[in-house]
């Protein structure tokens, strides 16, 4: 990413580029750069759409997004985005990895179980409520990004930022039955950083060992520590992450066997 302090504005009436590129706000998705082949976003995006429908492919999971309906896509994640109907149009919010590593670095520790729940469940109906709701951090978000005599306003972005996440968190949380009181802190973020390195390495890499040399621990005390946070072995959330972009990859009619091989 450019430095933050290097504006740049595209003002076609679609888009708007703040933050050093860090941020983009727009109406047209013919500036977002999705390919309909799935592959993996480095960037967050929070996608409100206002008329005609969409193809998203998250994994294996396929949703047609309609109207006042939400998707919200992690980084990380296998994703495509097809079938834009041709009177497409949605409030769209791209943060770039390193905006989003710093928004979710304001509060707790994300369960590494919230990122495998958002594959399936990263689309939403809104109500009339939620849909001015979200307008209004819309309008706030690119106000302040935009504003020139603001100071702080990549702050102000992350503060907006991170109300939306934990929001969307929160409705994780509380729907979740996976969620345990046993496991501490330091077992959660040593799960979450295990379920990164994974997202980084488990195309060259599919190893126990390897992961917890990167974590400085034991392949041991790694499986014993995923197996009780993720009632998992890491053994298994490596292949997991595996077969699922093998299985996804498969369903695309325009890539043959040898091509999710090479892949």
């Known amino acids: 990413m450019p430095n933050r302090d290097s504006e740049k504005l595209i003002t076609d009436g679609y888009t708007t580029t703040l933050l050093g590129d860090e941020l983009m706000v727009c ?30 492919c998250i994994f294996d999971n396929i949703h047609i997004l309609a109207k ?28 770039s990895r390193a905006l989003f590593d710093d928004t979710l670095s ?6 590494p179980l919230f990122f495998v729940y958002m594959r399936s469940h990263y689309w939403y109906e809104l109500t009339g409520e939620e849909i001015e709701r979200f307008k209004l951090f ?5 106000q302040r990004a935009k504003d020139p005599t603001h100071f702080f306003r990549r702050e102000s ?14 409705e994780y949380y509380s729907k979740s039955h ?20 994974i997202m980084q390495h488990y195309r060259e ?14 392949p041991v005390y790694l499986t014993k520590v995923i197996h ?20 996804t990859l498969l369903r695309d009619a325009r890539l043959d066997i040898k091509a999710v091989a090479r892949r």
């Open 106 to 111: 304001g509060f707790s520790r994300f369960s």
């Open 27 to 56: 109406e047209n998705m013919k500036h977002i750069r999705v390919t309909s082949v799935p592959s993996y976003t480095e960037v967050g995006m929070i996608i409100l759409c206002l008329r005609g429908t969409a193809k998203i």
């Open 138 to 142: 819309y309008g706030s978000l690119s």
């Open 68 to 95: 006042n309906e939400l998707a919200v896509i992690l980084p990380g994640q296998l994703v495509s985005i097809t079938e834009l109907s041709p009177d497409f149009l949605c409030n769209i919010v791209v943060l």
């Open 228 to 247: 009780e946070v993720n009632g998992q072995s890491a053994h298994e959330m490596i292949a997991d992450y595996v077969v699922i972009e093998i299985k």
């Open 205 to 218: 890499h599919k190893d126990v060992a390897f992961y917890a040399d990167k974590l400085c621990i034991s």
């Open 157 to 170: 972005v992350l503060l907006l930022l991170r109300i939306f996440y934990l929001d969307i968190y929160n």
């Open 178 to 197: 996976l969620i345990k009181g046993g496991s501490d802190m330091g077992k959660s973020k040593l799960a979450h950083d295990f379920f990164c390195l």
